[in-house]
């Protein structure tokens, strides 16, 4: 078992930033199985970034540029840092590991 816990979510004006964290517990997960997804109220989940490989990522279109994924392995932490952010980046979060989810966190931008 797998425990995902996410945090840093809030509310930030548009162009501003915020940095999320996931912080994992339980199992190892391993970190090419790690990624941000999130999700609009009545729409599908969508990937943001992950991990592909130790060394290699994605980021979805949208994203590319503003959005950065991160690892801290000695306490097995991954992050999201978001710039730029626009008012279409306003969604719930989520911390994945293969079948594993975390809460989620709120991130809302608007002035």
């Known amino acids: 078992q797998v425990q995902l816990v996410e945090s840093g979510g809030g509310l930030v004006q548009p162009g501003g930033s915020l940095r999320l964290s996931c912080a994992s517990s339980g199992s190892i997960c391993p970190i090419y199985n790690m990624g941000w997804y999130r999700q609009a109220p009545g729409k599908q989940r969508q990937l943001v970034a992950r991990?592909?490989?130790?060394?290699?990522?994605y980021y979805h279109d949208s994203v590319l540029g503003r959005f950065t994924i991160s690892r801290e392995n000695a306490n097995n932490t991954v992050y999201l840092q978001m710039n730029s952010l626009k008012p279409e980046d306003t969604d719930v979060y989520y911390c994945n590991c293969a079948y594993y989810w975390g809460q989620g966190t709120q991130v809302t931008v608007s002035s």
């Open positions: 991990f592909t490989s130790y060394s290699n990522t």
